[in-house]
């Protein structure tokens, strides 16, 4: 069983990577659960989605595939307008390898998957052709760079629409080990490492050369070992261990040695430099988790009870306008270096590092559930989960605001638990109901 979500809700795709960060042949089924009652899962709401990888066989097998795209297979025209073309390639290729080290024992599986693509920066100048024209000329963007050049010294970029680098590789391993009828251990490892190029300012009244765009991505390590038993014909367990590793990149194209500008003009802000949001960024994470668990079924009833402790490390570092942001009202206030408003902000040393953030937190888990067939028409099921937080790191008392609100401004996670769901779920063939209890307190 393979999935891995955002866990910091950064990305629209649901992913902690810029694409899926599995190979797509890799998968063998994809289960979607629609709140789900059991006490088994939690951490999530309305759906859970279970992707489970292939494993190899008694009989080798392998498949490989390969696609292409460019812009000389794309249309050049929109609604009967013609638009500027872009010159750009894309390639998507993987192979896949399963098979048995030793016959009935051992198995294998590999799975490779890379594309080579780009991202469409669909936004121009009045008049460019582009898919979307933002309302200023190319005249008034030209004269801003010409200024950047000459009087800044720096080279904001270009303005017409082109194509920008999206790179995304991955690889899955897999060992299936049959200790024996009754016992299997399972390891999977998996790589993924992507990016692409994102705008940072990219509404209708606003334009930004593309050194304003900042690279996104990251790159996921990640390692899982499960042990099945199925002890006799009415008890099983399962033990499993994971841990996840994500980078996660935010890097201007701009680099580190020039801030924001913000040209504002009469219906559009232009924007060159390094994006204010991008100036100190930088959010890596570390989950490590433990699962036992075990079913035993008794007449028409299936008892599952579990622990569950999942360790989280965080390190995060945000903080906008260190490398400055600066606002111009007007092309002819940034030539003359008028600026209308300046922007900065730091850590109290000066120094951005020191804004940055490392805590860590754990969650246990433990649940019991019996699953009573009543009939060949009605299915019980009745279950508690209880969640505990623990956390040994607090953030320094600030005296400032102590005085300001009248309470310290060190509280954690440490020590609350949560009875976050007692459920009944009565179903037959006609009829669903379902109940259930939520309960949170800091003791």
Known sequence: MLFRSDGFGLNSNGYPTQRMPFPYDAISSVAVELAPMSVIYGGFSACNINAVTKTGANEWFGSGFIDYGSDSLRGDRLEGDKIAGQGYSETRYGVELGGAIIKDKLFFYAAYEKYDGADLNERGALGSGAVNEVNV????LDRIAQIARDVYGFDPGNTVSEPFDFDDEKYLLKLDWYISDRHRLSGTYMYNDSFNFTPSDGDLDEFEFDKHFYKRGAELKSYSLNLYSDW???????????YSDVDFLQQSVAGKDFGEIRVELDRVDVYLGQDDSRQANDLDWEVEQWVLRGSYQVGSHVITAGYEREDI?????FYQHVDTEIRFDGIDNFENGFASRVYYGNALTNNELDA?????????????EDEWQVTDRLNLTLGVRYDYYESSDKPTVNPGFVEDYGFPNDATLDGIDLLDRKSTRLNSSHLVISYAVFCLKKK
């Open 232 to 242: 006799n014909d009415s008890f099983s367990t399962e033990i499993r261990y994971s």
């Open 137 to 140: 000329t190319q005249a008034e």
């Open 313 to 317: 490390e965080i390190f995060n570092l």
């Open 356 to 368: 940055a953030v490392k805590w860590g937190y754990a969650v246990n888990t433990f649940y019991l």
